[in-house]
């Protein structure tokens, strides 16, 4: 799975992140389509909750929960993607709630040096000078420098050696600082979402595991009542004709019989006489003398 990159990488590391979680929705909306096509949810249908219960549960929690995780795997790494745009104003609303609760805090060993500290978001912008212009340290001094050069685009005078900004500095001062947030938040998105892949796999795993187990409980549906069938002997000898009554004589490859009971995969059947040689008999059918395919509608119905 793709890393995160640095968030100083700017505009290369966004486009890699959002690579990253690309990749993660196609990784997932394949394991959805697996779980979906692949499965043989039809199936489900020829499971009884009144025969087996704990493999109906089963088959419909382990799909419900299998889905979920793929859905919110998807949800939130399309969230990776499409990211919140901040805007300068935001980053002064942000900046300003912060300071409140940097002068409301009494004890004065507790609180914080820096005021950006106590936002989440702003407290990446410490210890990166370079993102804002010269004289300026945090957005709210930076908006009120912009709306000063605004009004006098020929700008402040130079405090010592060092030049006060431009209108200029200023602007791009604003996309790179919000810019930089946004690559920023964007990076703790997929770390988080990054967290949750290997126990999303496992439990995906885990519950492809628990569909199939109840899934293959349809190959042994029980027969209730008595249905017509047609067996196809195909690799019976004729010891095994004599074993289950049929006899030696027995030449016909096709019987019509009735099975009352079994299951679908290995019935017990009756058979009645027939023209080729071959004698009533009842006997159990398994995959090593032939098929059994059973008639739309039950003797009953003849």
Known sequence: MPLAPEASDGEG????????AKWLISAFAAIGAV???????????????????G?????????????????????????????????????????????IKHDREADIAKRLQNPLEYDSVLKSLIGRPHLMPPQVHTPLELRDALVQARKDPAGAPPVGSVAAPTLEDLEKGVSRLTDFVEMTQCRQRYR???????????????????????IASSEEIKITRPTAVTIILKNASKD???KIGLGKGCKVKQLQ?????????????VTMADGGGCRPAKFTMN???????PKISPTSQG
């Open 35 to 53: 779980l979906v096509a692949g499965l043989q949810i039809g199936a489900i249908g020829s499971l009884s909750w009144n025969d087996e219960p």
């Open 55 to 99: 493999r109906v549960a089963a088959v419909v929690v382990s799909a419900v929960i299998a889905l979920t995780i793929t859905g919110l795997v998807i949800i939130y790494a399309s969230r990776v993607l499409v990211g919140r745009n901040y805007t300068l104003d935001d980053l002064v609303a942000l900046e300003t709630k912060a300071r």
């Open 287 to 293: 995959p090593d003398l032939g098929l059994v395919v």
């Open 13 to 20: 590391a966004a486009a890699v992140v959002q690579s990253a």
């Open 240 to 242: 095994d004709l004599k």
């Open 192 to 214: 988080r979402l990054a967290f949750w892949i290997l126990p999303a796999l496992l439990g995906v795993a885990a519950c492809i595991f628990a569909f199939s187990w109840g």
């Open 257 to 269: 019989a009735v099975a009352i009971g079994g299951s679908i995969a290995e019935p017990e059947v």
